[in-house]
């Protein structure tokens, strides 16, 4: 991944980065907000040699008092000067626990000893920093060797006296909501990012890259809910999604000009990726181009040609395949160029119907009857029925829903035609969202004015009335037996 793609998977996710840095910060606010107020008070102590009557006396004064200040700043912390001081104040508290909240320095080059007390009420912390400051001096004074006449060679005095805090200094709740918030706002930037990165579904031209070499050829985009019901290609033809099949059979015809694939295969990895419905509208496609296009269903697990066009599914490419009709008598023509060879009745062995001989020479004599010739087939993780008849075609085409198909899918799904021989023209990604700004303007839903439109089939002995869209079927239909049991079957020539 480049760094502009790390900066799109953030800004796709913006949503999880904004509520993870407002929890951040909420939660933040509630722990500083369950947090004691501290308050600190500080008082300060001199210490000095009172005797020096020569300038060399009091150089040597003060270098004895400055090595003894970080003495005294020790002594502040111990019981000898704690003692009196819970006495004296009558705390209900150890030496020990009253040193965990007294902390004594003493400033660089200087004899300032500096007590500093941290407590949860401001004036008894101003209160214990004066008593120890106090019992400091007195103790200091003790415990100093004594000068001349017996008079204290070290003299400690309070410079400064603790005043109680107005207000505390811990917690800093700014500090804590902030960090909350960036470590908050942090998290949802690993999230984003790592979701990406684990993110193995297909969304882009990169992630085909990274399966296949396989040319793209075209990007489907979703429709919308107000779009109307039907083939793209006949309730829309004008539409975005209409000039994408489109595109995909501008570039079929730009794969290979020497040896252009006429027999083509519809597959996808699993269901619900759409190589149906692509199949559909791009037979529609290319019966725009050329005067005799054939669309087969060879999905013979779950059919969905027939339902689509609005045909009568009973009897189809099983039928002829068994003997029992002949294909001019199961192939319906839907207007001047399209025609359809629905599923027929379901099979208990389609992978060996559609990798068998009759199936092959089926192929090559629909091949010189028709320009082209659209299989709609099985997905092929889900059944290998449709990797026999891709053998067979000129090529098979490989449908892959955005962001649902994974690349792991994919990439069986196009080793698995490999395997077999089978060429892979190229991918199809449906589904996918598409900007309103690509759009050109005159798309707009209705036939094309130079489009005939077909009447009406009579459909009253079909049972059923026929989908909104549909391509119509043929009212002249002729009568066709049902498909004989497994054990009749015969080889169609």
């Not at 500083?32 to 004064?61: D, I, K, M």
């Not at 009420?121 to 415990?143: C, F, Y």
């Not at 899918?409 to 035609?417: F, Y």
Request: aromatic letters at 4%.
């Amino acid at each position: 991944m480049e760094s502009v793609d790390y900066l799109k998977s953030v800004l796709r996710r913006w949503y999880v980065v904004l509520l993870l840095g407002v929890l951040g910060a909420t939660g933040a606010y509630a722990y500083a907000a369950s947090l004691p107020s501290l308050y600190r008070a500080t008082s300060s102590v001199f210490v000095s040699s009172p005797r020096g009557e020569t300038t060399n006396e009091l150089v040597q004064g003060f270098t004895f008092t400055e090595k003894l200040v970080q003495s005294y700043a020790q002594l502040a912390t111990m019981p000898a000067v704690l003692d009196p001081v819970i006495e004296e104040l009558g705390l209900a508290t150890t030496p020990a626990a009253l040193a965990s909240q007294v902390t004594a320095s003493t400033p660089l080059n200087t004899v300032i000893v500096e007590v500093t007390v941290v407590n949860r009420s401001p004036e008894q912390a101003a209160q214990i920093a004066n008593a120890i400051t106090a019992s400091l001096a007195t103790k200091g004074q003790d415990l100093a060797p004594a000068g001349p006449e017996g008079a204290p060679s070290v003299s400690l005095e309070t410079v400064s006296t603790a005043q109680p805090p107005t207000r505390p200094f811990s917690p800093n709740t700014s500090l804590i909501v902030v960090t909350g918030l960036l470590l908050g706002l942090a998290l949802g930037v690993a999230y984003a990012v790592l979701r990406e990165m684990l993110d193995t579904r297909v969304r882009d031209e990169k992630d085909l890259e990274r399966v296949t070499d396989a040319p793209v050829l075209g990007k489907v985009g979703r429709r919308s809910r107000r779009d109307p019901a039907g083939i793209t290609m006949r309730v829309m033809p004008r539409s975005t999604a209409a000039e994408s099949y489109r595109r995909i059979q501008a570039n079929l015809e730009f794969i290979d000009v020497d040896h252009r694939p006429r027999t083509i295969v519809v597959s996808s990895a699993v269901t619900r990726d759409g190589k149906s419905t692509t199949a559909v509208n791009l037979a529609l496609a290319l019966a725009e181009r050329s005067p005799r296009v054939l669309l087969v269903d060879a999905d013979l697990r779950r059919p969905s040609v027939a339902d689509l066009c609005g045909v009568d599914g009973d009897v189809g490419l099983t039928t002829v395949l068994v003997g029992a009709i002949s294909a001019d008598e199961a192939i319906v023509p839907c207007g001047d160029s399209l025609s359809v060879l629905s599923a027929g009745a379901l099979p208990p062995n389609p992978g060996q119907l559609l990798g068998s001989d009759a199936m092959r020479t089926l192929v090559q004599t629909l091949a010189a009857r028709y320009d082209y010739i659209v299989f709609d087939s099985a997905p092929l993780l889900s059944a290998t029925d449709a990797l026999g008849l891709a053998h067979i075609a000129d090529g098979a085409i490989v449908v892959a829903r955005y962001r649902a198909t994974r690349r792991s899918q994919l990439k069986d799904t196009i080793e698995a035609l490999e395997n077999v021989n089978a060429r892979v023209l190229g991918i199809v990604l449906n589904q996918v969202k598409q900007d309103r700004s690509t759009a050109y303007y005159g798309m707009e839903s209705g036939p094309l004015p130079t489009e005939p439109v077909l009447p009406a089939p009579d459909l009253a002995d079909a049972g059923e009335p026929a989908a909104a869209g549909s391509i119509p079927t043929p009212v002249n239909r002729p009568r066709r037996r049902a498909v004989p049991d497994a054990s009749e079957k015969t080889t169609a020539g």
